[in-house]
C-alpha cells in the first residue's frame, strides 16, 4: 500500500469514527465558550495539583486511588473546579473499573465534545460552567440510559444530603 492509499484510508476510518460519534454527541459546546473563566495562573492558585491536572490538563487519575470511589452516602457530586452540582448519588453504581461511574448527569451540568487522542474516538465529560474536564462517557453503562459516565474523583467534590 502507498503512503497517500493509506492515509486515505486512515482518513476515512476517522471520519466513520467520527460520524457515528456525532450521532451520540448532540450536546456539544465550543471549548472556552464557559461562563467561570480564569488565567491558568489562578486555576493552579484555586486547585490542587491532581485537579489541576485533570480538570484543566484533561489529565486522568490512577484507576481505584479516588476515595470517592467508594462513596455510598446521598448527596451531590460536583464539579471541583466551580462547585456546580453535575452528578446525583443516586445516579453512581459500581462499574468496576477504578473510577466513579455514573448513569447519568444532572440535566444541563455537563458539556461533551469529541476526543482522538489515544487513538480512540471518544466523548470527553466536562462542566458546563467552568469547561473542567471530568472524564469520558461511553455507551456500555447500566439501565436505564445505557451510558457510563467514567469520572475522575479528583475532578469532583462530594455534599452529602442533609436529610
Not at 67 to 77: A, D, I, N, S, V
Not at 121 to 149: I, Q
Request: hydrophobic share 35%; charged share 25%.
Amino acid at each position: 500500500m502507498i503512503r497517500r492509499e493509506f492515509l486515505g484510508l486512515g482518513a476515512g476510518l476517522l471520519g466513520a469514527g467520527l460520524m457515528g460519534h456525532r450521532a451520540l454527541a448532540g450536546d456539544e459546546k465550543p471549548v472556552g465558550d464557559f461562563p467561570v473563566r480564569y488565567s491558568d495562573a489562578e486555576w493552579k492558585r484555586r486547585l490542587t495539583g491532581e485537579q489541576y491536572y485533570i480538570l484543566r490538563k484533561a489529565g486522568t487519575e490512577r484507576a481505584f486511588t479516588s476515595p470517592l470511589l467508594k462513596e455510598k452516602r446521598k448527596g451531590t457530586f460536583t464539579c471541583a473546579g466551580c462547585a456546580l452540582p453535575v452528578y446525583r448519588s443516586a445516579d453512581k453504581y459500581d462499574s468496576g473499573t477504578g473510577w466513579p461511574s455514573f448513569t447519568r448527569a444532572i440535566p444541563n451540568a455537563v458539556a461533551t465534545k469529541t476526543d482522538l487522542t489515544l487513538g480512540m474516538v471518544r466523548r470527553e465529560v466536562h462542566c458546563r460552567r467552568c469547561g473542567g474536564h471530568l472524564g469520558h462517557v461511553f455507551s456500555d453503562g447500566p439501565p436505564p440510559t445505557g451510558t457510563r459516565h467514567c469520572i475522575n474523583g479528583d475532578a469532583l467534590g462530594f455534599v452529602p444530603a442533609t436529610t
